[in-house]
């Protein structure tokens, strides 16, 4: 038996469906968004975790998953979106699709996880997992307006255009990864992820200054739009900073490092 909400204007649909689920994904739900969706927040119940460990999906992914997905997303049109859990135990989080791979531990806080994306138009595959025991879950979703600055922000996605608020915006995470940045350009140097740290998409042209702090010697690469952009030392104190001017189109930032992996802060900013 199923049970279908439908909701018009921009076109958000939720659908939960109920009877035989696989371990880990009882009481899952099918969504179907698109920008301006309503109601929001959307949500959907289940248990955590199944018999596959989620670094299948990439390094960066922790915990254990169902072997199929606990929940799906057919993305309408594209949108920024937060995926929050609120667990009974220390949870994970794995979306997976035409965006990329977008994984999390912790950073909702109270050892639950949260992600924050930029979901492109196509259909998505939600895991929830855990880290030690399973546990009962409420995943929420709820549209975002670009990435708001004070908040941990770990591997956020940025929407920005000229006059953009609030600035600066701020992302997070652990710098580098198993691929050589000079895979994009000989003028690029250390280690990077083998998926973007953070994606932007720039919705009018604008200057933008992008200075990462770390623990380490950072670089960055920013790739889109017919070019590639690397830094290593140029933010002062062995980080890395790039300064230029931004077309509208998609990017992808890769935030890597010569040495040690270290915790990082980016923020993005406009100059004039």
């Known amino acids: 038996m199923s049970v279908t909400r439908t909701v018009c204007g921009l076109c958000a649909a ?27 927040p959307q949500t959907a119940q ?34 920024d979106l937060q995926l929050a859990l609120d667990s009974t135990t220390d949870s994970t989080l794995v979306v997976v699709g035409p965006a990329g791979v977008f994984c999390d531990d912790d950073s909702g806080g109270q050892l639950d996880a949260r992600v924050q994306a930029r979901l492109t138009p196509g259909d998505y595959a939600v895991y929830v997992g855990h880290i030690d025991t399973p546990g009962s879950y409420t995943l929420s979703l709820t549209e975002r307006a670009g990435v708001t600055a004070g908040t941990s922000n770990q591997y956020a996605d940025f929407r920005l255009g000229a006059g953009f608020t609030p600035d600066p915006q701020v992302g997070t995470g652990t710098t580098g990864g198993p691929v050589q940045a000079s895979t994009y350009g000989a003028h690029c140097t250390g280690m990077v992820d083998s998926t973007p740290d953070h994606r932007l998409t720039i919705t009018s042209t604008v200057t933008l200054r992008l200075a990462v702090t770390s623990t380490t010697d950072s670089s960055l690469v920013v790739r889109g739009a017919g070019k590639v952009l690397c830094d ?18 998609e990017y992808e930032i890769y935030v890597g490092q010569l040495g040690e992996p270290g915790e990082y802060r980016l923020t993005l900013s406009e100059t004039r």
Request: charge should be negative; hydrophobic fraction near 35%; glycine fraction near 18%.
């Open 14 to 40: 939720l659908v939960l469906v109920g009877g035989s689920m696989p371990a880990g994904a009882q009481s899952g739900g099918r969504f179907v968004l698109g920008a301006g969706f309503t109601p929001d």
């Open 46 to 79: 289940g248990r955590t975790g199944g018999d596959t460990q989620a670094s299948r999906f990439g390094p960066q992914c922790t915990g254990v998953v169902a072997s199929t997905p606990h929940h799906t997303i057919r993305v309408t049109s594209a949108l």
């Open 232 to 249: 290593d030392d140029s933010g002062g104190a062995l980080d890395a900073a790039i300064v230029d001017s931004f077309r509208p189109g």
